[in-house]
Antibody, heavy 119, light 108 residues
Framework: QVQLVQSGSDLKKPGASVKVSCRASGYTFTGYAMTWVRQAPGQGLEWMGW????????TYAQGFTGRFVFSLDTSVSTAYLLISSLKAEDTAVYYCARVDDSKDAFDIWGQGTMVTVSS | SSELTQDPAVSVALGQTVKITCQGD??????ASWYQQKPGQAPVLVIYGKNNRPSGIPDRISGSSSGNTASLTITGAQAEDEADYYCNSRDSSGSQLVFGGGTKLTVL
């Protein structure tokens, strides 16, 4: 079945980096863009941007430029989110989701990855 | 701050009808999509486009739009509809996507 499986929870110290993975299965990976969404504890959803899985071209939302990098490895149908110079306020659940252009919506979501930044 | 505005909380009696709204300038040009999120779970797409439901979403959930407001209506609310609901669409520039702040729906 169509699914996105994300990497497990991670605990990092401030200033470190973290790479979250999102492995797709059950569909043609390059047929759909991938988006990333952040949810801080007790807060709402924030759109971080997306990546074109054909070209690898990323688009970042305002507020998610500089320390956030989207990348791909199409050979293993996996998208990555790299966050560098981590801060306490980066503590959140990070979701990947498939972008269905025909629906103009995010139709399949990963289970989420909790990233905790603490000294 | 979000360019899509939602009421933080709404309640409905079991079996009654409730409308959750989402306001924003971008909604004059673009449809909203709606996501349901239950505690500890990933969001689930429930409405997209003019009024389309993905497979598996009950037909008591519907969507509509007028002017700068998109709405999600649940007709005959059930206990399992209790969740947070988020709208998503483009901002007024059309170049960025944005989520509304979310509405916590309580079924009494």
């Amino acid at each position: 079945q169509v699914q996105l499986v994300q990497s497990g929870s991670d605990l990092k110290k401030p200033g470190a980096s973290v790479k979250v993975s999102c492995r797709a299965s059950g569909y043609t990976f390059t047929g759909y863009a991938m988006t990333w969404v952040r949810q801080a504890p007790g807060q709402g959803l924030e759109w971080m941007g997306w990546i074109n899985t054909n070209t690898g071209n990323p688009t970042y939302a305002q507020g998610f430029t500089g320390r956030f990098v989207f990348s791909l490895d199409t050979s293993v149908s996996t998208a990555y989110l790299l966050i560098s110079s981590l801060k306490a306020e980066d503590t959140a659940v990070y979701y990947c989701a498939r972008v269905d252009d025909s629906k103009d919506a995010f139709d399949i979501w990963g289970q989420g990855t909790m990233v905790t930044v603490s000294s | 701050s979000s360019e899509l505005t939602q009421d933080p909380a709404v309640s409905v009696a079991l079996g009654q009808t409730v409308k959750i709204t989402c306001q924003g300038d971008g909604l004059r040009s673009y449809y909203a999509s709606w996501y349901q999120q239950k505690p500890g779970q990933a969001p689930v797409l429930v409405i997209y486009g003019k009024n389309n439901r993905p497979s598996g979403i009950p037909d008591r959930i519907s969507g509509s739009s007028s002017g700068n407001t998109a709405s999600l209506t649940i007709t005959g609310a059930q206990a399992e509809d209790e969740a947070d609901y988020y709208c998503n669409s483009r901002d007024s520039s059309g170049s960025q996507l944005v989520f509304g702040g979310g509405t916590k729906l309580t079924v009494l």
